[in-house]
């Protein structure tokens, strides 16, 4: 009984509008047939001879007596045998003669011509026109009000609730209220239109909460840089006033003036560095992957030569393997890149060499002598991942995974793990439809792994 009740519940909105009417149809049919046969049996009960109509014939006799009788002519029979009537002229009063077939001399006149509803009481003529009338006005009646029931059924089975659904989650988005749930179970059209919504919602929702977080992750991030241009300009004008002094009292040596010019300039140089990480922080709102189809293999081999370089030129040395290869599970030792598929993606390759660069950097600058660069593709997802044999990350950082440090709140030694470059390199994971994630090596050293979408 369920089972059957959710299926007619699932069907189609045209296959449960059409037999909904088909079943009022035969609905209506049967209960116009039960009513007209029901009515027609009454008026038969009331009046058997509806067809029939009643001729009332006065006698008149020789000796002067009269008598009244009434024949039955039913219109679909043989008339009736009445005594032949023979017209007398010369009777003023419109008598006629007739002859009966018993040649008594006898006397007819017609005096009244009536069908047999005539002869029905006052209240039985009622029930018979009521009967009548209740005959053709029936079927109309019925097919009016199986047209609104059948409308009502199916408004209130089928779009009611879904229809009220939707106005509310309408009304909750418009108030900016994406933190809910659009639950209708059911298979048909508005079940479809109800889970299209809730996905919608939830992509809304979702953005929300990133488009949310990236604000609130810049405008923490520029009150960082806002807080710490305190100090250069402070260094800068604690430098000018002391210069001042100096020149007033003529004890400047060009040793002091060399010291003070060079940490003027460090000051300067810092400033100029936070001016512009904002510059880049706000061109990072328009960017727009510009994704190409790539080879995987050619993606990392063109990586690969240059952050060799780059660890060359560092006293550094590079290892580069491949952990994972697609639909493949991970491999018992790291395989040459070269043995990569040679399957096309589709990437953004200026885009995932920009984040690379900012994070090799930092492994650069807080390595010791190793750097350990891994690829992983699998399921339309390109992961690598950076580990550096340094220090790692303080356990304060990693509890605030999912946000940006700044070097306020950096000590001298980690603030080019998390910095600028950090903040540049997670929103540009997330414009590729990707993660940034920060971790620390069981063995020691920092660890960041980062994903690309790749379909």
Known sequence: MDDLKRKWRDLPLRTFFILTVL??????????????????????????????????????????????????????????????????EESPQGIVQMVSPSEFPLSYSIEKIEPSYNRLTPKRKL?????????????????????????????????????????????????????????????????RLCRSFALMQDALYSNSREMWAMLEERKNLQASVSHDLRNPIAIIRGYAEHLENKAKKEELSSENVL???????????????????????????????????????????????????????????????????????????PADPSNLPDIPIQADSALVYRVLENIIGNALRFSRREIFLDFALETNLLSITVRDDGT??????????????????????????????????????????????????????????VSFDVS
Not at 51 to 76: A, E, H, N, P
Not at 297 to 323: G, I, P
């Open 23 to 88: 079943i009022g149809l035969f609905v209506i049919a049967l209960l116009s047939g039960l009513i007209i046969w029901g009515c027609a049996a009454f008026r038969y009960y009331l009046l058997p001879d509806s067809d029939s109509v009643y001729l009332s014939i006065q006698q008149s006799y020789d000796d002067g007596s009269s008598s009244m009788q009434s024949y039955l002519l039913k219109l679909d029979d043989a008339p009736v045998q009445l005594p032949q009537i023979i017209a007398q």
């Open 127 to 191: 029930a018979y026109t009521v009967c009548g009338i209740v005959i053709v006005a029936a079927p109309t009646v019925l097919s009016v009000t199986a047209i609104i029931l059948c409308s009502f059924y199916f408004y209130r089975r089928k779009l009611k609730l879904p229809l009220q659904l939707l106005s509310d989650a309408t009304v909750q988005i418009a108030a900016r209220n994406l933190d809910f749930r659009l639950n209708y179970d059911c298979e048909d059209e508005m079940g």
């Open 259 to 333: 010291r003070i010019s060079r940490n003027i300039g460090l000051a300067a140089k810092r400033m100029e560095n936070y001016a512009w990480s904002l510059y880049t922080l706000n061109q990072l709102e328009d960017t727009v992957p510009q994704k190409t189809e790539i080879s995987v293999l050619r993606l990392s081999s063109d990586l690969t030569a240059d952050f060799s370089l780059m660890a060359q030129q560092n006293q550094r040395t590079l290892h580069v393997s491949c952990s994972r290869l697609q639909s493949h599970a991970p491999a018992e030792h």
């Open 392 to 449: 790692g990350f303080p356990e304060s950082m990693l509890q605030k995974s999912g946000r940006v440090f700044y070097p306020s709140e950096l000590s001298s030694d980690q603030e080019g793990h998390m910095g600028i470059g950090i903040a540049v390199s997670r929103i540009l994971c997330h414009k590729h439809g990707g993660t940034l994630n920060l971790s620390n090596f069981p063995q020691g050293g920092a660890m960041v792994k």
